[in-house]
């Protein structure tokens, strides 16, 4: 046979590897301190060594050695450099017994003990060339008992306790499972620089094999494939392109799998213990194809779209463009599915996925709006326009200028009426429609008039803070035809200078709320936020008494409130008295007929003094009577002075719409504000719907509340889920426009869920 390679034997490394070794030129004695810098040997070794196994060098700077002067076979530059504190270099068969220099740019390096040569040690066979994993590999050659350890490639390593025998000619050892095909080598594990001797040539190790490798294109999720596999006992997984496991079966010389969902495009490949991957076929995974939309035009959210063409089955989810949420098919087969358009879709291109991970792209388009015409054309600013034409009921607003946007309520398919912004400017203005999935549709452009009557030309900026009880102002024009000013369809007081209009708003006036300009030849409403003025403070008493040592009242202590001072206070309020206290205090508050309700012993240092008037106390000091004033209480005292006394209390902005109380169970639903029992086109969006609950199981069970139109009592749009769990007392439900619609168009609010009590709904 071949001989492979013929090595010197290798023996441990000796002493000598960690006595000086070296002698640089520049220095006339071998530094040894451990890695100082600079170019400088620490060891080197192994000492003796094989011919043809590796002489290591460990130092600093060793990157910076150029070449290695061996006796006998000069200089040797073929150098493998590990670090910067570490070569290596094969040692020639020529090599002889001497002195070893190392040479760099600066100088050179020279032992001082010589080289040694070990017992020749000879690797002449490996029987056989190509084995497989499990069986018995032969190697042959000289001094073998010398070894031990065996590596393989990929540092697989055989030790010396487990070869099957060993002799100075013969090592046999099981090939092990993990073994790759590579060079073999034989070390003497010598410490700390082993010999390691390399086989010349490489040894083979069987791996599973396949006859040709299957194209599986076309191939389906579920589908059970198999394979005819050489050596198949060697297979240890199976792996998909995308590197996930599957199961399979073996059957003699047959290996089966079935492809998961997942599949996808690439190699298939069949792992033995080693990791070396070995293909067995290639996947070109079946998609949809021809794949067709009936309809694939004027389409809306809520129509039904049928996708047809090949494959169909393995569709998953389709995603809509516009929207995040894919959705699953309705009904599916080989050659067609359904599927249900969702809200918000817009026109572009549906994505049918699979579970492979593929994607088909079907192209769709949504209704538009078209044949767009005006009445009046031209329009006048601050007037009413009707816009019609076709496919105008999913218009959610409408531009004029590019900049000045009005809601579009209940528009139809024909048509929708709108008030021209008195704002823009007269001529000619684009007009772009939104439509409620966020499409944008350019109509024609609207000329537009001044109207006749006052209107404004000037509003307050965006970010304009109106206060109630305070003034704005506006700038208009035809100021001559002005006659009246209404804030939320009441008059009130206002000044007008030239064009400058200023006007007063109303104490009572809400977060959104609107002003009317009245002329003699017309009105005009704009809408305008407003900060509400939600603490009230009403000064009751303003005179300075002595409350002394209970003086009574003709000697300037006690005093009496009256009842009109208290109309209209709300229970919770507070009786606050402004006092200054000299001694001792106490402030009894009686009733008309003095029986006390309360005393009240403020410290020296405090300023003011409270008292809650509750629902109770109210009714007690406005019913009382003394039978000869309207007296609702008598206050008298001592140690302080009372310069003033007034009432505050908190406006809430909530407005009751229903407080009938009704308790739910089993899903019953209640309809009050349902079928006209609430007018929901008042409400604007943004404002806030409180449900004030009380649940009717014990704490911590499981209860809900849900919303929804009184059509079919079908859920609202979102943002308002399907339910909510438990929801906390009051449950706040911000309206939004598109909810605000839904119940306008479809029969109001229905109030359902389980097992809770409906104390109150209001609105803000």
């Given amino acids: 046979m071949k001989k492979i390679f013929n090595f010197t034997s290798l023996l441990a490394l000796c002493m000598a590897l960690m006595l000086p070794a070296l002698t640089s030129c520049d220095n006339d004695d071998f530094d040894t301190q451990q890695y100082k810098g600079g170019v400088n040997l620490n060891v080197w070794g192994p000492r003796p060594v094989a011919r043809g196994g590796e002489l290591r060098f460990l130092g600093s700077g060793m990157d910076q050695i150029t070449s290695i002067t061996l006796p006998g076979s000069g200089d040797v530059t073929d150098i493998k450099v590990i670090s910067s504190e570490e070569i290596r270099i094969t040692v020639p068969q020529n090599a002889e017994p001497g002195f070893v220099v190392l040479h760099h740019a600066k100088g050179e390096i020279k032992s001082i003990t010589e080289l040694t040569f070990t017992e020749p040690i000879s690797l002449d066979e490996m029987s056989p060339m190509t084995v497989k994993p499990g069986q018995t590999l032969a190697l042959k050659g000289d001094y073998l008992n010398l070894i031990e350890e065996v590596i393989f490639a990929e540092d697989v390593v055989v030790a010396q306790e487990d070869f099957i025998s060993q002799s100075r000619y013969e090592i046999t050892l099981v090939v092990p499972a ?30 599973p094999s396949v006859e040709k490798v299957v194209d599986l294109s076309g191939a389906k999720p579920g589908e059970t494939v198999t394979f005819t596999v050489k050596d198949i006992d060697l297979v240890t997984k199976v792996e998909m392109p995308n ?12 290996l089966s799998f079935v492809l998961p969902a997942n599949v996808t495009n690439g190699s298939v490949c069949m792992i033995p213990a080693s990791g070396v991957k070995v293909a067995i076929a290639t996947i070109g995974v079946a998609v949809p194809e021809e794949v067709v939309a009936e309809p694939a035009a004027d389409v809306w959210a809520g129509d039904v779209i049928k996708f047809k063409g090949v494959n169909m089955e393995l569709v998953t989810e389709v995603t809509f463009p516009n929207v995040a949420d894919a959705v699953k098919p309705e009904t599916q087969s080989a050659t067609e599915l359904t599927v249900k358009v969702p809200e918000g879709t817009q026109s572009g291109n549906v994505v049918l996925h ?6 088909v792209e079907v192209a769709i388009a949504t209704i538009k709006p078209d044949a767009i015409a005006y009445n009046p054309s031209p329009a006048a600013l601050a007037a009413e326009v009707k816009v019609s034409g076709k496919n105008l009921q999913n218009v959610a607003s409408i531009t004029f200028g590019g900049a000045t946007t009005v809601e579009v309520k209940n528009p139809t398919a024909t048509e929708f009426a709108v008030i021209v912004p008195a704002t823009l400017s007269a001529g000619s203005n684009t007009v772009t429609l939104t439509l409620t999935n966020g499409e944008t549709v350019e109509a024609p452009a609207l000329e537009l008039t001044a109207p006749e009557c006052a209107y404004a030309t000037e509003l307050p900026a965006e970010d304009a803070e109106i206060n109630a009880g305070e003034t704005f102002s506006v700038v208009i024009a035809n100021a001559d035809k002005l006659t009246g000013v209404q804030v939320n369809g009441a008059s009130v007081q206002y000044i007008l200078n030239g064009d400058r209009l200023i006007i007063q708003v109303p104490e009572s006036a809400g977060k959104s709320s609107t002003f009317t300009l009245v002329s003699s030849n017309g009105t005009i409403t704009y809408n305008i936020a407003v900060i509400p003025a939600t603490h009230v403070e009403n000064v009751i008493f303003s005179e300075i008494r002595d409350l002394g040592q209970w003086a009574g009242e003709d000697a300037g202590g006690a005093f009496r409130l009256y009842k009109n001072s208290f109309d209209g206070v709300p229970a919770g309020a507070k009786l606050v008295f402004h006092i200054a206290p000299y001694s001792e205090t106490q402030i009894q508050i009686n009733d008309a007929n003095w029986g006390q309700m309360e005393m009240l012993e403020p410290a020296l240092t405090a300023t003011t003094a409270e008292f809650v008037l509750t629902a109770d106390i109210l009714n007690r000091i406005l019913t009382t009577n003394d039978g000869w004033s309207e007296t609702a209480m008598v206050i008298q005292g001592k140690g302080t002075v009372i310069n003033k006394v007034h009432v505050e209390w908190e406006n809430s902005l909530e407005t009751v719409i229903w407080n009938a109380g009704w308790i739910c169970t089993g899903w019953g639903g209640n309809q009050d504000l349902a079928w006209g029992g609430y007018d929901w086109s008042t409400v604007k969006p943004g404002q806030i719907l409180r449900l004030y609950t009380t649940p009717t199981v014990p704490d911590g069970e499981w209860w809900c509340l849900s919303l929804r139109h009184g ?16 929801p906390a007392s009051p449950l706040e439900v911000v309206l939004t426009a598109n909810v605000i619609d839904d119940l306008v168009a479809n029969g109001g609010l229905v109030i359902t869920g389980s097992d809770y009590q409906l104390d109150k709904i209001t609105i803000e």
């Fill in 178 to 207: 993990e073994a790759q095909t590579g060079e073999v080598i034989i070390s003497d594990g010598a410490e700390p620089l082993p010999n390691w001797i390399y086989s010349e040539e490489e040894l083979t190790i069987v791996l």
């Fill in 243 to 254: 590197g996930d496991e599957v199961e399979f079966a073996v059957n003699d010389d047959k």
């Fill in 354 to 359: 699979t579970a492979s991970g593929a994607a």
């Fill in 711 to 726: 059509d079919a009592w079908a859920n609202l749009p979102d943002p308002i889920p399907s339910q909510y769990d438990n």
